[in-house]
Each structure stands twice: as C-alpha cells, then as structure tokens.
C-alpha cells in the first residue's frame, strides 16, 4: 500500500508512481485507497487499442481507445499565481452574471434563484450538511445529502491522465489536421446543446483563426439575424449560435447545429445530407443530447436511431455520442429529472444502445466527478479543453 501524502490547498491525494507502476485512485465514501496495476501487463490498455483492425469499414470506432482515454485522474500542475487569479477570478464574474451565490446565513442545500445554495469553502462552516452549514473537515463532510465546495478542483490546475494509455495534451492544429486528412474527412458536424458547443469552440480555437458564419433559421429573430449572419471579427454572442461554420485545416469545413429538445428534428437531417452533398469524403458527427429532454430514454433513443439511419445512408459517416454530464454542486434540487441517480442510468442505458450500433461513446463521468462548476450544468474552460484532446486523441490514434 502506498504512503498518502495530502495537498494542503485541497484535500487530494498526490500520485506517485513506484517501479514502473501506476497508482489508481478509487474514491470510496470517507478515504481513498490505492491499487497498484504495472503498466507492462498485455492486458491493459496500450498502444494496441489505437489500431483495431475489427473496424476496417469505420476508421474512427475503437471503444477501447476511446474508454481508456476517459479513465483516468486529474493530476495537479504547477499554474503561477498570476494564473491562478485569473481562473478564480474568470469563475466569480460568471456567477456573478448569473447571480450565484454562497449561502448568507447557517442555511443551505435548498434551490436559490435556480441554483443550490452551497456554503462558501472559504468559510469556517464550509460544509453543508443536513441543510446546515457546518464546521465539519473535508474528510468529514462525506453523505448523501452532503455538499462540500472544498472538495472539488479547478480543472485548470490540473492535467487530465489516463491510468494506462499515454494521452497528447494540447494538440496542435498541425497535428489535428495531419489526423483528420489521414481518415480523409472532409467535413465535421457538432449537433446539441451549449455543453457541447463549448467543447465545439475550443476545438475551433485551436485548429483556426477568423470570424465565425452563422447561418441561423429563417424564423429567427429579424433583429438576431441582421447581428449574427455578418461575418464579424468576434464569434459573437452565444444566441447566435444556432447554425455556424468555419473551414478549418484548409478546406475541412465543421459545422455546429444547436438543438435543444430532441422531439423532431428534420432540420438537423436535411443539414446533414447538404454538408454530405457539398463535402463528399469521410464525415465526423457528434451529438451529445439528452439534457433538456430531462434524460428520457425513450425520446434520445428514438431521435439517435433516426439519426444513426440518416449516417448509414449518407456512407462513409462515423457517428460519435458524448454522453451528458453528471450534476455538479450547484445543479437545483428542483430540478427533479436532473439528478445524479437518473443521470447516471441514462448512461449506462446509452452505453449499451451505442455498443449494439457501432456508435463511438464518450461518457465524461470520470472528468467530471471531482470538478468544480460554474452553475450546476456547465464546468469550466479547463475540462473542455480536456475534451477536445481526448477527441483529438481518439481522432489521431497513434499518428
């Protein structure tokens, strides 16, 4: 068993390697314990997943890969003080802006302006326990009902490792493009809501340069379309955001299509098919729905099986389906459909339903469980750009 040795800005274990092996954090409910695994075991995962000859006629399906890249931990960095401001600070002004804030009183865990009251971690009475803020220890703020900001971490501060496959971190837009045009894709389309259009641009940011097109609907708002539809010199606000575009890596065009509620959705298929019809070759398209249809099994399974027949037919068409984040702290006790419980069945629903169809599946769970976040749904920029290296990574194999 390894010695534990505590950080003392945040109650969380440093990770040691011993001997070639590999520490693996398993989080239980009051302490964590470390299992040693060697890295040189066959059957762990390795460079052999990044080739799987199995999916000759879909280049980009490797499940393997793609799972392996999404367990792992956060291991902390060295970030300058001048950084850390600058995140903390990033985080205030966002709640700020949405007017969240700490409990101001002894009460707590109730919804406040759509949000859960939390108490401050800068407080003594720090943790929220039985509806109370309490002078409770990290270690000790642990139950069900319990709510403790201390205990999470800033992604930033931090570099998302897998335990046994080595990752890329930081993915140039060189090294994207060399990937992209080795699968011979020749258009990329992001389809859901805001959590993965954040994901959409940071992946934009670092392949390119340049306005954002948005495109918008016909029925938009006049006056949002007269804002949005030029090509300005900023990408614009989030409500432009509806139907936007940029080409990257020299002629590979990428597309973002919001959608919120799955019910019917034949836009979203016709966008498909002109993309296909403008930009023959390989086509990548990722969705991530399920959020705002309160995580209905019936309705995300009926909207993704339309969609996996619209890609069957297009050909040359690989389909990957992020699942939706689990609820961070601040997530409101009234949202009843929301919680952690039923997030996490719908995931386990869609792991299954994407294994049977030969739908990549990248669920988050794991980056996300200890993170810090911005209001409950959304994490912050840190985790995002986590995400885009491991769809980077999963892209470039072992280019």
Do not use: M
């Given at each position: 068993m390894a010695q534990v040795t505590w950080s003392k800005s945040r109650d969380l274990p440093h990770i040691k390697t011993v001997n070639n092996g590999l520490y693996k954090i398993i989080r239980k409910t009051e302490h964590v314990i470390y299992e040693q695994a060697n890295l040189l075991n066959h059957n762990r995962p390795s460079t052999r997943l990044r080739n799987d000859e199995k999916n000759q006629h879909h280049p980009l399906l490797n499940q393997e890969l793609l799972s392996a890249l999404t367990q792992g931990y956060w291991k902390p960095k060295y970030v300058t003080e001048e950084e850390n401001d600058r995140v903390t600070s990033q985080l205030k002004r966002l709640r700020e802006r949405k007017k969240i804030e700490y409990s101001n009183n002894t009460i707590c865990g109730h919804a406040h302006r759509g949000y859960r009251s939390v108490c401050n971690p800068g407080d003594k009475n720090a943790c929220c326990k039985e509806s109370r803020c309490r002078d409770i220890s990290v270690e000790g703020c642990v139950c069900p009902t319990c709510f403790d900001e201390r205990s999470r971490i800033y992604p930033e501060f931090h570099e998302w490792t897998p335990y046994g496959i080595n990752i890329r971190r930081n993915v140039s837009r060189d090294v994207m493009c060399t990937g992209l045009r080795n699968l011979n894709v020749s258009s990329i389309i992001t389809i859901g809501d805001s959590l993965i259009r954040q994901?959409?641009?940071?992946?934009?940011?670092?392949?390119?340069?340049?306005?954002?097109?948005?495109?918008?609907?016909?029925?938009?708002?006049?006056?949002?379309?007269?804002?949005?539809?030029?090509?300005?010199?900023?990408?614009?606000?989030?409500?432009?955001?509806?139907?936007?575009?940029?080409?990257i890596c020299d002629g590979i065009k990428f597309f973002y299509h919001k959608i919120y509620g799955v019910t019917y959705q034949p836009k979203v298929f016709d966008d498909l098919r002109t993309l296909k019809k403008e930009h023959p070759g390989r086509m990548l398209v990722l969705t991530d729905v399920g959020l705002h249809d309160n995580f209905s099994i019936l309705n995300v399974s009926i909207y993704l099986k339309q969609l996996f027949e619209v890609v069957k037919s297009l050909g040359e068409t690989d389909l990957l389906y992020m699942a939706p984040y689990i609820p961070g702290l601040q997530k409101s006790p009234s949202y009843k459909k929301q919680t952690l419980k039923r997030t996490i069945k719908f995931i386990k629903f869609f792991r299954t339903f994407t294994q049977d169809r030969n739908i990549s599946f990248l669920d988050p769970t794991e980056l996300v469980k200890n993170l810090i976040s911005s209001d409950g749904t959304h994490y912050t920029r840190g985790l995002n750009e986590a995400m885009v290296d491991i769809i980077g990574n999963y892209i470039l194999k072992d280019i």
């Open positions: 994901i959409t641009v940071r992946f934009w940011r670092r392949v390119y340069k340049g306005p954002v097109i948005h495109l918008l609907h016909d029925y938009s708002p006049q006056e949002l379309i007269q804002k949005c539809q030029p090509n300005a010199t900023n990408w614009g606000s989030y409500k432009c955001w509806e139907r936007s575009f940029v080409n």
